[in-house]
Structure formats: C-alpha cells, structure tokens
C-alpha cells in the first residue's frame, strides 16, 4: 500500500485489501501478549479529530495508536474552537503548525477529509464522513468475515437496515465488490430506494428475502435521533418486518455469521438471544478493530528504513 | 583487501553441524534452552540446528520465531511497508534460557532488535547468539556465543544465505561484491 | 461617455432580429450605430480591424447576483459590471437578493444611481416580489416599476405558497413586467447539496432531487396560464422540465425559460471527479448527463429561450469549507458564452440566446441596425482555451476552471464606448 491517506474504499484495489488484512492479523497478536505495546511508532504524532460523538470508535483508534507507541492527542465535537465560530480548515491550520503526522477525523460532512488531505502534507484517516465512508470499520468486517469464511470471493453478504445513510454499509459495500464477494441490501423503502443498484448490489425488499442465500448477515443500527420525518413509521413495525429474531435466523444457513457494526438497539435490529446467540460475532468485530486500526497507522506511518538495505 | 567466496552446501552442512556439537557441549540438555530464530533468515537455521541437536541427543530443544520489522531503529519514510513476519513463541519466556539464532550477523542491529522483542514478551534468564555467518562490521556492542565461520567483507558487500533443502547439501552462503573499496 | 467614432472593419456582422450574417463595416458614434455597410470610411474613427471574427449583439443577463448593497465583498455593482462586459455583457439585470433586499421604490433608485457610473456593463434591477424576498407580504411593485426595475424577482427563493404565489402574478401582471421565478420546492432541496442520482449515491452527499424543479415548473405553468401573467423560468436544468415546458409552449403559454451556460458542459459527475471542490456546489445543481443533452437540444430548438450565466459569486472563505457547508453559488458571466458555444456549436442559437431574447424579455431589442444603440459584442469562434483565471469578478467559484471552451470575446461595446477589450475599456 503506497498511499498518504486513507479516506474510503471505493479506489482501494484488492491487493491494498489483503494487505491490511494480512497485517491486522500480525497486530492481533500484540494486543494478545502481556505488553500490548511495538515501538514502531515511537515519537510520531497521531491526532484524533472527532466532530461527531463516538466513544467507541474513538478509543479503538486511540489504543490502535498508543499499542504503536505513537503520542495521541484528541479534539472533539464539544472543543471550544468550533463552538467560538472555527471553521474546519482553520482549525486543521492550527494543528498543522503542532506538526502531527496523522489525523484520524470522523466528520458530520461528507468530503472533510478529502478536504483535509488535499491541503496537508499529513496522513488522513476517514473515522467517519457523514453517509459517505468508514474505511476500518468495514475493513474490520472484512477481517471477521475472513477468519470464519477463509476468502470472500464468491460468498454473499446481507446488509439489512437504513442501507442508504449508511456509511458502514457503504464502505463494506465497496470493499466487498472489491474482493468478489456479492452484496445484497434489504431495509423500508425510504432507507433501501432501487438507487442503491448504482453501487452495484442487488436490492431486496423484506429480511426474508435475504435469509436463504446469506453467508453473512450484516445488522446497521436504526439511528431514531437521526431519522428525518417520514423516513420510518415506529419501531414496533420496523423490527416485525426488518429486526432479526431466532426464528428467521433460524431460515438461514447454520454457519450464517451475524454481524452488528454497534452499539445494537437490541429488540429492534435484533432480538437480544441472536446479539448474544452462537452466530453473533459482534465482540470479534470490536476486538479486530484495534487490530485494523493498528495496521492502517503502521502501514499509512511506517515504511522503508531510510538505509535502504537490511542491516542486520 | 582480500575477498573471500561463500560457502557451498557441504561446507555449510559441516558448519551447521560444528555448531550444533558445540551447542550440545556448552549448552547442556536441549530441554534446558529453546531456539529462536530471527525472521526470516534464522528460522531455517534454527530448524536446521534443532535437528541436528535432535539426532545427537535424542532430544529437540523448543523453537520459535521473533520478527523485528516493528522493532527496527531505523528512522522511517513513506513507501513500502516492510511485510510483517510472524512472531512465534509457543513457551514461557521468564526465567528460561534462550538462544537467538540467525543467518548473518553483520551491523549487530537486527540482534538489537530481537533483544526488545523478547523483552516485551518476557524476562528469559539469559540469551545467546548463535549465527551462521559473522561478516564484521559491527556497529552496536553485540557479539555471537556460537559462530559458525567468519568471513571478511567490504561493509557495501551483500552476504546472501540461500537455504534450500538441508539434505542434499543445496544450501549455500553467496557474497556479492559491492561498489570499489 | 464620450462620443467616441469607432469603425468595425470587416467582420461577420450577424443579427439574428434582421436575419443578417455577412460581412459587413459597422460605424459607432454618439453612441449609436451609424451605418452598416461595406467600404465604410469615417474620419477620425478609431478603425477596429474585425476580420476572421464576428460582430454582434451585445448580451443581456437576466438575475446574476451583484451582492450590492450589503454583501459587496463577493461583488460588487462595478466589479459586477466588469466581469460582464469581459464576458460579452452589455446589460445585466441585478438580482434584488441584497442585503438589504431591494424590495421598495427608494432602493430601487438608490441602487440605480450609483449604478450609472459603472463603466462596465449597463445595470439595471429587478425588483423582489416580496418584502424581504420573505415571500409574505407583497412589495409596491408598481412604485419600483416607476422608479426603474425591469422585471420583478424572487431571488431565487421559490414561493412555497401557490395562493400567494397566484396573488403576485395577478398584481404583477398590469405593470407589464416580467416576473422571474426559479422552479423549486424547498422542502424537497430539503438538505441536498447535490442533484440525486448516481453520483450522489456513490460519493455519500444528500441529494436534490429533479423532480424538486419539475415540481416548481410544474406550479409556474399552471399559475401563469391561470393569471396570464409574463412568468420567466430563471434556471431550468432537467430534463423533466423541458418535456414540461414544450408541452406548454405548443399549447401557446407565453412562459420563458433560461439554462445556466455551465450546465450546458457540466454534470454531476464533476463533483465526484473534482473529490468535493466546492466550487461545483450550486443551487440548481449540477444535473445528469442525460439532462444536460436535454438541456442542449432545448436550446437548439428553442424551447429554452435564454442562456444565463447565472452568476453568484462566493469568496474564497466561503467556499473553503466541508461541502455540505459551504455556500451554493458559481461566477459565470466571463465563461457564459464560451460554455453556450462549446455545448451548442451554433453561434446563431447562442446569440439569440444570450442576446436577443433576454432582451426582448425587459423590453429591448438587440440589433445589429442603424439608428439602433451601439451595444456591441466582437467575438472570436475559432479560439479554443483552458478557463482560468484571474477574473474580474470577486469571486472565485468558477466550476468551469480547467476545462477547455471554444470561442472568446474580443471586445464589448456598450453605448458605443468600450467597455472591454485590448482597445480600450
């Protein structure tokens, strides 16, 4: 992988795929011994640019950079910058002059940190740009799928749920047509509209539709605070027709994984027995996490020794 | 400055196995010590060596792996990523002894290198060195306990051990000359 | 302005109100247009050698945004005017949408004052329909009529409620007025950033769907037949819109439409090539490319009248944002013409699109005859260029930067005097 960003899917090649997975593996084992910690990263710089809420992805990329040695700073939604009227690129400037090596930015906007990576020198990691991508997240999917499937060519995956405001889903979406697997969306019309054909998945309309033939079954979260008027009816209805409870999970296949990107609004996307069930490996997604996130900062951060040859 | 050629694959079966006896004689019970070899080089060496310690005691000493890519103290710059090689240490560490093995100590960093890993995993009673080949040019105070011949090279050389099959005696150990002294 | 004698040797004079194209002297003094004719020699006339280019019309745009008063750090009336006449320009219609909006009789001819000593393109205003362009209360339209506004205007915010909506057109109507209105429905824009459809799926950017202006169109057909009133489209940009308003126009409905110039070359599809430049953020959007062939053949077949250059200029500041923050608005009077020429390739559709109808719209007319006013346009059609700056606008949001346009203006003649070009101006 020879790029200074990453900040979605869609041009990720194959290769650029399996490397990071390959190295996410190597880094599992780091955070499997007693100390958690390679030096690889020492005395870099790795800032944490959350403008939406998250804790969970936030920590993840924190201890991904601090398992690497790197120092971590962290600016947030509630900082007092953007509150005083900042705007974005001026308070990149003022982080640029502390000189930091990557940013990790999650972004109610789509096209933030394209934004920020046409103007900086450092590396821009895409924690998250409104509806449009969340690189490591469906690579950590990825990585999951992975290690029960063997290789995603030719599997199918389902995702179930508000598919079109999804930046999970859009970013597995990609990465998975990428690696030759076949990708299917279900969820209500307004969050599952026959546009999303032109991301080239194959559009289904009821969960049922999508039990028989899927190796994996993906949940998204219902996000209720985020909903515009109309787009749903109540959650009574939504999980009767789109929720997964043991008796449709029982339709699919046995080995069906079932996957959940979190936290779950169990009793809506699923029933609590399947979020805790045998086919659930949400708890891998969360430890796989720290283990992307890690490689994507060793192999963004990391590189040739400048000597060239191998001094041993 | 005298150039000295490598080695063929019965000179190299020979040294392994000199090494190996000296190990047994200094080294005592294979079960008292484990070998790790240093990615990628000194894995084969080190498998080669547990074999040969194994048809002349009876016993196998354990052996694993130790990657140093994160480890390395170079100063890093864009481009290729190294791959990632696999650190493997099936045993307990603390309190054990431990040799290192690898195919070429040359500037003594990689044996460096090793040196943390094995620290982050554990406080081993003590560690040795054993190499293949010792080619000078040391840059760190490191020095090997078991060296299996020492060969003199310009410091812009590269000393290639090409492992290939133990049994027909293909291994070799190849210098490539590097630019005027 | 000085009485200067201009001699225009040699070039295509086309007109297309007098069905002209040949090559022809033009003599200018007095502001006006002397004679048209071969072998013209008047004395002490600056002779302009015009061989190889065409002579023409100047054009007329209706509603670019000058954003003076109150916002006159992204334009203002004389830099406006500038970045007119160095796109061919000789009359610009101001958008009322200042700040203060130009809603009374009083700001109608304050502006219009300061507006007579510009030295670029003639300026004249339109007046907003409502106080504030609120879309509330109505206006004194009739005053600002008499105070000098050409046409009525709502400031590109379309009036959500059809009974007002109604009401407006009926008042308007007696003044003689056109009344200029962008088709849309605000709560379908809704949060779109850009036009919905593959693009925006793909990138991740809400979306404003066509249907939202087919909808706006949609309403203005059936008010305007309801009330007669002269309804002026000012930005049709799909597809949908234009079945929509043939079907109209061959039922005889006097209603006009115009094309912004840019979404006549540009798609969508730019948004996502350009990774989120700001500067492709508009309102209309930038539509699909089967639109814009839709748009293309409109123009050639008249259903859309006019070409726009839609002008609506943003600071850098304003534009250096994320996206979905950053304010919708592109420059494009000094682009206008070489993006109509590049889509269409006929320069008598372009001209008469550029010059001739909007001028008939406010009541002019655009000629290339003697007696007439030396409004004047020198065109070269055979230039090919990369669009870049610097511009004479403020702003700096031209979508169109980089792409390579034919034709160029020469030279812009307004009342007779050079307003622009390597003569003078």
Redesign the interface.
């Given at each position: 992988m020879n790029r200074k960003d990453l900040l979605g899917l869609r041009d990720v090649s194959r290769e650029e795929i399996n490397e990071i997975l390959d190295t996410a593996e190597r880094f599992r084992n780091v955070s499997e011994r007693k100390i958690k910690k390679v030096p690889t990263l020492r005395g870099r710089t790795v800032v944490t640019f959350f403008m939406e809420n998250s804790t969970r992805t936030r920590m993840s990329f924190d201890l991904a950079a601090k398992r690497l040695s790197a120092d971590t700073l962290g600016f947030s939604a509630s900082s007092s910058a953007t509150k005083k009227g900042e705007t974005l690129m001026d308070t990149a400037r003022n982080i640029d002059a502390m000189k930091p090596d990557a940013i990790i930015i999650r972004h109610s906007a789509a096209g933030s940190p394209h934004m920020l990576a046409k103007a900086f020198p450092w590396s821009v990691l895409n924690a998250g740009d409104g509806i449009n991508e969340h690189p490591s997240q469906a690579l950590l999917d990825m990585l999951t799928m992975r290690d029960h499937l063997g290789s995603l060519e030719g599997k199918t995956v389902a995702i179930v749920g508000d598919v079109y405001h999804s930046r999970v889903a859009r970013s597995n979406i990609y990465g998975l047509t990428t690696m030759g697997a076949k990708v299917v969306v279900a969820g209500p019309g307004t969050m599952c509209p026959p546009s999303m054909a032109h991301l080239g998945v194959e559009v289904r309309h009821s969960i049922d539709e999508v039990l028989d033939d899927a190796d994996v079954i993906m949940m998204l979260r219902i996000q209720r605070e985020r909903l515009q008027p109309g787009m749903m009816s109540t959650v009574n209805e939504y999980s009767r027709f789109y929720g997964l409870d043991i008796e449709r999970l029982r339709r699919a296949r046995p080995e069906v994984l079932v996957m959940h990107p979190g936290p779950i609004n169990r009793g809506v996307e699923m029933t609590p027995d399947v979020a805790d069930g045998e086919q659930s490996v949400i708890m891998e997604q969360v430890t796989n996490g720290v283990a992307v996130r890690m490689a994507l900062l060793y192999l963004l951060l990391g590189g040739e020794p400048m000597g060239g040859e191998d001094a041993s | 400055m005298t150039r000295t050629t490598g080695m063929n694959g019965v000179e190299v079966g020979r040294t392994l196995d000199r090494l190996a006896t000296e190990m047994i004689e200094q080294l005592g019970v294979p079960t008292d010590y484990s070998l790790v070899g240093i990615v990628t080089g000194g894995r084969p060496i080190a498998e080669r060596l547990a074999n040969r310690i194994e048809q002349s005691t009876g016993v196998r000493p354990a052996t694993g792996s130790v990657d140093i890519t994160l480890y390395r103290d170079d100063l890093y710059t864009g481009l290729e990523k190294p791959v990632l090689g696999e650190t493997l240490l099936p045993f307990e560490l603390t309190g054990q002894d431990i040799v290192l093995v690898d195919d070429v100590l040359f500037t003594g960093r990689t044996v460096r290198a090793a040196l943390d890993v094995l620290n982050d995993y554990g406080r081993p009673r003590t560690v040795k060195l054993a190499v293949l080949v010792d080619r000078g040019h040391r840059e760190l105070p490191i020095s090997a306990d078991f060296v299996g011949r020492t060969i003199l090279t310009q410091k812009s050389d590269k000393v290639e051990v090409v492992v290939v099959d133990d049994e027909s005696g293909s291994d070799q150990v190849v210098v490539h000359p590097g630019g005027p002294a | 302005m000085p009485a200067d004698s201009i001699v225009l040797k040699g070039g295509r004079v086309i007109c297309p109100a007098s069905e002209t194209d040949a090559i022809a002297d033009v003599w200018i003094q007095n502001g006006q247009i002397q004679a048209v004719g071969s072998g013209i020699d008047a004395e002490d006339a600056q002779i302009i050698d015009c061989a190889g280019s065409v002579v023409a019309p100047g054009f007329t745009d209706l509603g670019a945004e000058l954003c003076d008063p109150g916002k006159t750090w992204r334009e203002d009336l004389s830099s406006g005017s500038e970045a007119a006449a160095a796109g061919g320009f000789t009359t610009v219609v101001a958008s009322p949408r200042t700040d203060p909006v130009i809603d009374t009789p009083l700001a109608v001819s304050e502006t219009l004052g300061r507006a007579r000593s510009v030295s670029g393109a003639r300026i004249e205003l339109a007046g907003a329909l409502t106080l504030g362009l609120r879309g509330e209360t109505m206006a004194e339209l009739g005053l600002m009529a008499e105070a000098g506004a050409v046409a009525f205007s709502d400031g590109r915010k379309p009036m959500m409620n059809a009974a007002l909506l109604r009401r407006s057109l009926d008042y308007a109507r007696p003044f003689g007025l056109p009344i200029i209105i962008r088709p849309g429905d605000l709560d379908l824009e809704?949060s779109g950033v850009m036009h919905?459809?593959?693009v925006s799926?793909?990138?991740?950017?809400?979306g404003i769907p066509a249907a939202a202006e087919e909808i706006g169109v949609g309403r203005a057909i059936a008010l305007a037949s309801l009330t007669g009133a002269r309804v002026h489209l000012s930005q049709v940009t799909t597809a949908g819109s234009v079945r929509l308003i043939r079907a109209a126009q061959s039922e005889g409905l006097p209603l006009t439409a115009a094309v912004p110039a840019r979404h006549l070359v540009l798609t969508d599809r730019l948004v996502d090539e350009s990774?989120?430049n700001t500067a492709t953020r508009m309102l209309p959007p930038l539509r699909s490319e089967l639109d814009r062939v839709a748009l293309v053949e409109a123009v050639l077949d008249g259903t859309v009248d006019t070409i726009t250059a839609d002008h609506v200029p943003m600071t850098r500041?304003e534009k250096?944002?994320?996206?979905?923050?950053a304010a919708p608005g592109a420059i494009g009077l000094e682009t206008a013409f070489r993006a109509a020429l590049t889509a269409t390739n006929d320069i008598h559709r372009t001209l008469d699109a550029l010059a001739v109808r909007p001028a008939k719209i406010i009541g002019r007319t655009a000629e290339v005859a003697v007696n007439g006013v030396a409004d004047l346009v020198i065109l070269d059609l055979n230039t090919e260029a990369t669009v870049a700056g610097p511009y004479r606008s403020k702003g700096h949001n031209e979508p169109l930067e980089g792409v390579q346009l034919k034709g160029s203006v020469r030279l812009t003649i307004r009342d007779g005097c050079i307003i622009y070009g390597p003569h003078g101006g």
């Open positions: - | - | 809704g919905e459809g593959e799926t793909q990138i991740g950017l809400r990774v989120y500041l250096e944002m994320e996206y979905m923050l």
